[in-house]
DNA sequence: AGCGTCATCTTTATCGTTATAGCCAAGGTG
DNA sequence: CACCTTGGCTATAACGATAAAGATGACGCT
């Protein structure tokens, strides 16, 4: 006891004997105080545990999600908690079970598709939880921003400007890899809520401007990169073979595109990544954009920014999102009783990306 | 007893008596094994720690840093263990003490100043730890690039352009926020070695061409960002005042280049960030690149090629270097014995930024 | 019957801390 | 002088799990 005083309290013992202590210590090669021991006897592990949908060494390539965890940290940096990363992620080993076997005192699911069992998984510790983005869970705190909305403005803006052809490029409805258009029934099916927000989102717009949503082309990626979109433009725009960019070698043959009657005018994308791609595919495939393209995004992530054009998408604060789940779970942990849902503001940014669709021909 | 084998390892007792365990863990409340008290019994703590020289916030808007820990994730998902960052690198709350309050198995110190408390926190908790780039420590693994050879590839490749007026530009030599021109005393001084190394490696390749390497401007920036690096360029470049470019305001007024003859032809950088802030600074001043200033960096991040031009620059695989450091953590905690530094390879890549000097006028 | 084997379950002791309460001497009060 | 504080130190008992060893009974074999 008086050792574990030496290192705690100071005060409460003579300097004499802390130094006493201390020496001794040293000289037995004793480390100090085990954070384990420790933390099982406070009954706090220091640290907040987050959980992502997909493998950490995918996620970091997700300008948003780091953004995400910059907040987060930013928030536990200044509580002096540390941030676990929790493993078990990867498909071909997911593991619910890490979820339960992370030291932690609180966790934050951060966009997870919905009846994921590590969702359950964390809810089961019984430890304060926010989920972030998705999926919604009974009387569990979140934070996210109004996704429907938020697509909604980003299609209105394409119809305000009399886009009549759409397509759009989502990424994955649901998490079985599936790749390629994706039928109504599928879309009604989506087990990711966010996906099946924004494209709630684009079909009300569409629909108030008089045009069909089943009839507009959706073509589905397992994920959210500049790769996955230019593939799914081509696939939308072009009348060339489909295959991966990937098989095409370095001199790609760029497919021609759609006559232009056939061709959509626009493009919907359900992230920024998605939507450059399909911009670097329109350019592949002797498309201007916006001339003969209009392409909108989702996220503001800073390549959108950077890009050429620059590209028209919802904004939505990241940081903000992470610093806001870290503070709704740090005051839960002290006991807080705080507002259980947070929406964070979007804005649509409109930049170089749209335009009036060309005139007909 | 029976609880934690029903939990553990379910085939030591019949599925009848396992199914009543759960059954009636369930109908108490019982969330599963504790993790602390686990780790504590079984000695593990099931998680890396991180531990990085500035706040994650900061660290997240590094590149390089991300790319890194896309590295160690990745090993660490495999071998299913946590990854926990370590908070308490905050300048004005700097606190070893959470490095030795922190739950893991092992320490991954990244990229701190020699002599920094950190680095001795995480050596006293007495576990296996991987320091990476910085600093060296005696009989500690360690993962890095030979950064001197580095920089005097990248300098002699301006040399060997017939370049003859340099001038660089350095993140931070100590830690102590210091910004402005670095005398040649402070370059002595410097205490994070890459720094001292790259810098090494420049007065390497300047003094093999004849030249003045203490003659030689060097701007030290507490950081590595492209603001800062801009700001350093137009110390270097520029005779307008030197002012910090926040304080221009929204409308900047570009100070006038210097006279030809005694402005430099080719700017050192140490990081891809400085580079590309004194890629625009140049701009700014009406300056060409490369035809009037080239202008190498360092590390080889995903902006860098992007960039316009794109950036010459030295390649380093990030990600390789986490992998590697997670790996020999790992190993470690196997008690493996391996080789205790590994030299990560490093290539100049010779882009659109540096070009001959400018004929003299 | 006697004995070993095996599957299944239980007992004991321990991991390294720290909350709590207790002890003790020195000094202050009435 | 008895009595209370106070500062400084110590003894006890958990925190919640699990390794290791022990107990129990069913079964087969000679």
Request: proline share 5%; no cysteine; glycine share 12%.
């Given at each position: 006891m008086t050792v574990s005083n030496a290192y705690n309290r100071p005060d409460q013992l003579s300097a004499a004997l802390r130094e006493r202590v201390v020496e001794t210590a040293r000289r037995l090669g004793y480390p100090g105080p085990d954070p384990l021991a420790r933390g099982l006897r406070r009954g706090r592990a220091g640290a907040l545990g987050l959980v992502y949908d997909s493998p950490l060494s995918y996620t970091v390539r997700d300008a948003a999600a780091v953004a995400f965890l910059g907040g987060v940290s930013e928030v536990a940096e200044a509580a002096r908690v540390g941030l676990l990363l929790v493993p078990g992620t990867a498909p071909e080993q997911r593991d619910a079970a890490a979820v339960g076997a992370a030291v932690v005192d609180g966790l934050i699911v951060y966009s997870v598709a919905a009846g994921d069992a590590l969702v359950s998984a964390a809810l089961e510790r019984n430890r304060p939880t926010v989920i972030v983005d998705q999926p919604r869970a009974r009387g569990v705190p979140f934070v996210g921003i109004d996704d429907r909305a938020a697509a909604r403005e980003a299609a209105e803006h394409l119809t305000g400007l009399w886009h009549r052809r759409f397509a759009a490029i989502a990424f994955a409805l649901s998490p079985d890899g599936a790749r390629g258009p994706a039928s109504p029934a599928r879309r009604h099916r989506a087990r990711y809520p966010v996906t099946r927000a924004r494209l709630a989102g684009f079909a009300d717009a569409l629909g108030a401007a008089g045009l069909s949503w089943p009839q507009t082309p959706v073509y589905e990626c397992p994920g959210s990169s500049v790769e996955l979109?230019?593939?799914?433009?081509?696939?939308?725009?072009?009348?060339?073979?489909?295959?991966?960019?990937?098989a095409l070698g370095a001199a790609r043959r760029p497919t021609a595109p759609l006559r232009d009657h056939r061709r959509p005018t626009a493009v919907l994308a359900t992230s920024d990544e998605l939507a450059l791609g399909a911009v670097q595919a329109a350019r592949e495939l002797g498309l201007a954009v916006p001339g003969d393209l209009s392409v909108v995004g989702f996220d503001d992530v800073p390549p959108a920014r950077a890009a050429e054009p620059p590209l028209t998408t919802v904004h939505q604060d990241h940081e903000e999102k992470g610093r806001?789940?870290?503070?709704?779970?740090?005051?839960?942990?002290?006991?807080?009783?705080?507002?259980?849902?947070?929406?964070?503001?979007?804005?649509?940014v409109v930049r170089g990306s749209t335009g009036p669709p060309p005139a007909p021909t």
């Open positions: 979109g230019r593939e799914a433009a081509f696939a939308l725009l072009g009348e060339g073979p489909r295959r991966p960019a990937a806001l789940a870290a503070e709704m779970l740090l005051g839960a942990l002290r006991g807080e009783a705080t507002r259980r849902v947070r929406r964070v503001a979007h804005r649509l």
